[in-house]
């Protein structure tokens, strides 16, 4: 499985856009990037995929630059509810998930 | 749709008992899932159900630890023994199939805690 950084902690305001970049130097060719985000006494939720370039839903964007060694997740307009921790996976043709520590967002009033 | 449901919420026992944690899967998922998720870390794999049979036990720690799923549907973590290190939340997830690309539902999971 390809190794992930991202920041342990982030601190945002309601209504401002939050950016968690995750760092993946020895993404594989055929690895996907998924982010998951989990609150507090509850399983993780899978947010966001993708391969390269760009995607969006209703929850979140994902950034992918062409080199695909880092991707960004951008959560617009942030509330209080989305304080969690959000979890970077890179893997392929894997039923592990390995989550790694996460990026704990705390958004404040 | 009813999501992955997991049995008890919370567990608490004395060292050196044997507890079964249960879990209840997406109707139609094949595929079944078995993580740990120790005080802020990130789930751990346990164990990768496919169908009824267990396709990768590799993350169970050790023998103390065993994982059935008769039927194909619901599935039952057994903890043998149990010691203080094995307090954690338990963390169930299904998927369509295998997780290639199929995102992975977990459910609330169980609280263990062993006195």
């Known amino acids: 499985l390809a190794k992930t950084t991202q920041p342990i902690s982030m601190d945002s305001y309601e209504g401002q856009e939050v950016n968690i970049t995750c760092s993946h130097n020895?993404?594989?060719?055929?690895?996907?990037i998924t982010w998951y985000q989990q609150f507090p006494s509850q399983g993780p939720r899978f947010i966001i995929q993708g391969y390269k370039t760009k995607v969006t839903n209703e929850v979140a964007s994902l950034f992918i630059p062409a080199d695909r060694k880092s991707s960004t997740l951008s959560l617009p307009r942030v509330s209080l509810s989305d304080t969690a921790v959000y979890y970077c996976l890179v893997a392929i043709n894997d039923y592990k998930l390995s989550f790694g520590a996460g990026t704990t967002v705390t958004v404040r009033a | 749709g009813a999501g992955v449901s997991q049995t008890p919420s919370n567990k608490v026992t004395e060292k050196g008992k044997y507890v079964e944690l249960r879990c209840d899967p997406i109707s139609g998922h094949t595929a079944l899932y078995w993580y740990r998720q120790s005080l802020g870390q990130g789930p751990e794999f346990l164990i990768y159900?496919?169908?009824?049979?267990?396709?990768?036990d590799s993350g169970l720690p050790n023998d103390r630890f065993f994982a059935v799923r008769p039927e194909g549907s619901v599935s039952t973590l057994k903890i043998q023994r149990t010691e203080r290190g094995d307090s954690a939340m338990y963390l169930c997830?299904?998927?369509?199939?295998?997780?290639?690309?199929?995102?992975?539902?977990f459910g609330p999971g169980t609280r263990l805690t062993v006195l």
């Open positions: 159900f496919q169908g009824t049979g267990a396709a990768d």
């Open positions: 997830a299904s998927s369509l199939g295998m997780a290639e690309y199929n995102e992975q539902f």
């Open positions: 020895n993404i594989a060719t055929n690895d996907y």
